[in-house]
C-alpha cells in the first residue's frame, strides 16, 4: 500500500521497499499549483516514487486562492471550465455532480468548494498511487535549494529538517506582496493596517470599524468589500487605486470560445492592441461580446507574449496591464450586482487616488491620499487593509528559497523581473540561461515569460507537462 506521512519528520529512506535512486521529487508549495503538480506526476508515474509535498502553511490542496471559508469569494471562472486535470475542463463539475450537487457548467461556485476539490482530488491520486511508492506531506518552510555534492538535490526546509531530491518542482505560488506605504510603528502595533488580506482572521479588526480604507481595486477589493459589509452593515468603504478601474462582471452565459489570429511577426504591443480592438469591432457587430475576444486569446497569450521585445513589454506594462486586468479577471455576476449594490447605496466609494502615508489617530488611522484636485487629503479610518496583490519585481521581493537560488546563479529573474526565467516545459534557468538543475516552474513565478500562467486553467497544463517530463527523465536515467 502507498505510504502516506502526514508529519515532517519523515521515517528514514529504509525498508523492504527501499525507494530507488532517481525517484525522489519535491514539489515546494502545496497550493493549487503543488497540489495539481502532485496529481499530474502520480497519475503519469509508471513506477513507484518517493514524493515530499512541502508547505510552509501545511495545507495541502486549496491554497491562498480556494482556502477561504467566506461563500461570498466566488470563482472567477465558471465551474465547467475549472477542471484540474489537463485535457479535462469540466473534471470539476463532474466531480460535483457525482455527489448530488446541482450545478451548471456557467455556475460561478464558492471557492472553498474547489479547495475540497483539490484535496479530494490529491487523496484520490494518492490513493491509486503504485503501492510502493511513499508520499510525505511536510508543514514546513523551504528556504534553500542547492545542487548536492555527488549529484542531486537537497531543499532545506524550517527547523533544521533537510530532503533529498533528484527533481524539484517549485509552485510557491505569486512573490509575496508587502505594505503600500510604510507603516508606522505605532499603526502596525494597533494591528490596524493589514498586509495581506488572506491571512487568517485577518480582516477581525476591520470588522469593528466603521470606515475601512482599501488600497487596490481589483479582485480581492471585490472580496474583501463583499465579507467587511456584510459582516457589518452599516460600514462605510473607501476602496482606491491608481487608476480606479474596477473589475467588469462576467455574463451568466458562458462565453464562446473561438480563436482568433493574433500577430506576431512585427512584435510591437500596439499592433496586438488594434488585432484586438478590431476583433472586439467585428465580434460586436455580429452581435457577439467583448468577453469572448479577450477569453478566446487567452490561449495565444504565451505565443504573443514571447514574440514581444522586453521594451514592448515594458509599455503594455505601463499602458495597458491594468485595462487587460479587469477585462481578463472578471467578477461573478452574483459578487459584481453586490458590489454594484454596496456603490449605489454609497457604501463603496471607489477613486482613482494613491495613499500617500499613514499616521495614528486615537482609536484608528488617518491615510492621506493624493491624486484630488485639493493636494493631499486626510481620510479617517478604523482600518486599512492592503488589496494591492503581489509584488511585481522579483529584484527586490523574492522570498529567501528564490532570492537565494538567484544569488546562487542557479536561478536568473526573466527579463522584466516579474518572476523567473524558465526554459520550454518551464524548466528553471540558470544564471547563464542553462537548464542546469533539475527544477520546475509552476505558476505564478512563470509569468514573466508567459504572461498567461496564473489560472487553473493554465496551471493544470503546465503540471501535466511537467509531470511528463520528470517521468521521462526518470525514465531515460533509469535505463543509463
Ligand atoms: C483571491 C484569489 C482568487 C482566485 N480565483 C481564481 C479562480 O476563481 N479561478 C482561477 O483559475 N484562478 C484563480 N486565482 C488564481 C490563482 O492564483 C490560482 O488559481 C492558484 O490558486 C494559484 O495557486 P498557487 O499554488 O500557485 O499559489 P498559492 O495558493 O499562493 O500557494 C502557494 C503555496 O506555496 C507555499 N509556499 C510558498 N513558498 C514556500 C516555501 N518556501 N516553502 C514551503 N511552502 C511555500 C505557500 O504557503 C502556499 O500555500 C485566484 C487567485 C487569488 C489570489
Known amino acids: 500500500m502507498t505510504q502516506l506521512f502526514v508529519d515532517h519528520k519523515a521515517p528514514p529512506r529504509t525498508g523492504a521497499r527501499l525507494p530507488a535512486a532517481n525517484r525522489r521529487v519535491a514539489i ?125 538535490l537537497i531543499l532545506e526546509l524550517s527547523a533544521g529538517d533537510s530532503l533529498e531530491a533528484d527533481h524539484a518542482v517549485l509552485a510557491v505560488g505569486p512573490l509575496p506582496g508587502g505594505d503600500p506605504v510604510e507603516v508606522p510603528a505605532e499603526v502596525r502595533a494597533s494591528g490596524r493596517c493589514v498586509a495581506d488580506p488572506w491571512r487568517p482572521r485577518a480582516l477581525d479588526r476591520a470588522r469593528e470599524a466603521s470606515d475601512v480604507l482599501i488600497v487596490g481595486t481589483g479582485l480581492t477589493m471585490v472580496d474583501v468589500a463583499l465579507s467587511l459589509a456584510t459582516a457589518r452593515p452599516r460600514m462605510n468603504l473607501h476602496a482606491i487605486s491608481r487608476h480606479g478601474f474596477v473589475p467588469r462582471s462576467h455574463r451568466r452565459e458562458l462565453t464562446a470560445i473561438e480563436p482568433f489570429p493574433i500577430p506576431t511577426d512585427e512584435g510591437t504591443i500596439d499592433q496586438v492592441a488594434a488585432a484586438f480592438f478590431d476583433r472586439i469591432a467585428v465580434v460586436s457587430q455580429e452581435g457577439g461580446d467583448w468577453r469572448d475576444v479577450v477569453d478566446s486569446a487567452r490561449p495565444l497569450i ?46 463603496l466609494r471607489v477613486s482613482a487616488r494613491r495613499l500617500a502615508r499613514l499616521e495614528a489617530i486615537r482609536g484608528g488611522v488617518r491615510a492621506w491620499l493624493d491624486g484630488g484636485d485639493a493636494g493631499p487629503e486626510p481620510l479617517e479610518v478604523g482600518a486599512v487593509i492592503s488589496c494591492c496583490g503581489a509584488a511585481t519585481d522579483i ?29 520550454p516545459g518551464g524548466a528553471l534557468l540558470d544564471r547563464a540561461g542553462r537548464a542546469s538543475l533539475p527544477v520546475h516552474v509552476v505558476g505564478a513565478l512563470r509569468r514573466g515569460v508567459e504572461w498567461e500562467a496564473i489560472s487553473v486553467t493554465e496551471i493544470r497544463d503546465q503540471a501535466d507537462l511537467v509531470a511528463r517530463e520528470i517521468v521521462a527523465r526518470r525514465g531515460a536515467k533509469a535505463l543509463a
Open 302 to 347: 504565451p505565443a504573443v507574449w514571447q514574440s514581444l521585445e522586453p521594451a514592448e513589454k515594458r509599455r503594455f506594462l505601463a499602458r495597458f496591464q491594468r485595462l487587460w486586468e479587469i477585462h481578463r479577471f472578471r467578477v461573478a455576476p452574483d459578487g459584481a450586482e453586490r458590489l454594484a449594490a454596496l456603490r449605489r447605496a454609497g457604501r
Open 395 to 423: 529584484r527586490h521581493a523574492a522570498p529567501p528559497l528564490v532570492a537565494g537560488l538567484i544569488d546562487d546563479g542557479l536561478a536568473r529573474p526573466d527579463a522584466l523581473g516579474l518572476g523567473l526565467d524558465i526554459g
Open 28 to 152: 515546494v508549495g502545496g497550493g493549487a499549483a503543488g497540489t495539481l503538480s502532485a496529481i499530474h506526476l502520480l497519475r503519469a508515474a509508471s513506477e513507484p516514487l518517493d514524493l515530499a509535498i512541502v508547505d510552509a502553511g501545511g495545507r495541502f490542496g486549496p491554497g491562498v486562492a480556494y482556502g477561504t471559508p467566506d461563500p461570498l469569494h466566488l470563482l472567477n471562472v465558471p465551474a465547467g471550465r475549472m477542471g484540474g486535470i489537463a485535457g479535462r475542463p469540466d473534471h470539476f463539475l463532474r466531480w460535483l455532480r457525482a455527489r448530488g450537487h446541482d450545478v451548471e457548467e456557467a455556475d460561478f461556485l464558492p471557492r472553498r468548494r474547489y479547495g475540497e476539490y483539490l484535496e479530494a482530488q490529491l487523496a484520490a491520486a494518492i490513493a491509486t498511487a503504485d503501492p510502493a511508492s511513499r508520499i510525505t506531506l511536510h508543514h514546513a518552510e523551504a528556504h534553500r535549494l542547492a545542487e548536492k555534492h555527488g549529484g542531486g
